[in-house]
């Protein structure tokens, strides 16, 4: 199994700043996954983290946006930068390990 | 086309009922896994239930059960008994080809409302 401590558990930011987001792992894993929740919505996959090369995003999302850190196999951060309201979700990381998949606490950021 | 459908926006049940959450999925890949998370308004998504393609047997944990119909390529969700902390969202998920190092796909959700 694996425990993936993420925080800040939950944050109010003023448009146009940036908020970084910190995921570690209990143990060592290939790839991290970061998803985005939106008010009301599924889980929508932001880009998959491996570590020593830059993270694969998904259609919509951008690096300049979403920059991703993934400098060791336990740890990982998500900066989602010059904010607007429209970014306030819940940002979730998670890692597979064999069959299971387990995720973060979850941030739950508002932008106001 | 969507991957995982839950077609249930809204379900309500009594207390000590047994509900069933609907899910379909879409994949050409013969290995797959299916998740069924629950997520209370924390936003924490806890892990219910998994069943793998392969598995020949319908997966069980405790009051959750999952009823896996292959050739239809459905995966509900039974939840026998159920609890007033039962409520919450329920979402179905899918990991193609079942490797640790693919991304989930997850389908809209079902919001479950149990009442005593």
């Known amino acids: 199994s694996a425990v993936i401590s993420q925080k800040p558990s939950r944050d109010i930011c003023q448009r146009g700043t940036s908020l970084t987001i910190q995921c570690q792992v209990d143990s060592q894993v290939t790839m991290m996954f970061w998803y985005r929740q939106q008010p009301g919505q599924s889980l929508t996959l932001i880009a998959t983290a491996n570590q020593g090369s830059e993270a694969t995003y998904e259609s919509g999302f951008v690096i300049d946006k979403f920059p991703i850190s993934r400098p060791n196999l336990t740890f990982s951060t998500l900066t989602v930068s010059n904010m607007s309201p429209e970014d306030s979700s819940i940002y979730l990381c998670?890692?597979?390990?064999?069959?299971?998949?387990?995720f973060g606490q979850g941030t739950r950021l508002t932008v106001v | 086309a969507q991957k995982i459908t839950q077609t249930q926006p809204g379900m309500f049940v009594q207390e000590k009922e047994a509900v069933t959450l609907d899910c379909t999925y879409d994949t050409s890949d013969q290995s797959y896994g299916l998740f069924w998370y629950k997520q209370p308004s924390s936003g924490e998504m806890i892990f219910l239930i998994y069943?793998?393609?392969?598995?020949?047997q319908n997966a069980t944990e405790g009051r959750y059960s999952l009823n896996f119909q292959k050739a239809r390529k459905s995966a509900n969700l039974v939840i026998s008994a159920s609890q007033l902390g039962d409520s919450a969202m329920y979402f179905c998920a899918m990991r193609e080809d079942n490797q640790a190092g693919t991304a989930l796909i997850f389908g809209k959700g079902t919001t479950l409302s149990v009442s005593s």
């Open positions: 069943q793998g393609s392969y598995d020949e």
């Open positions: 998670s890692v597979g390990v064999h069959t299971e998949a387990f």
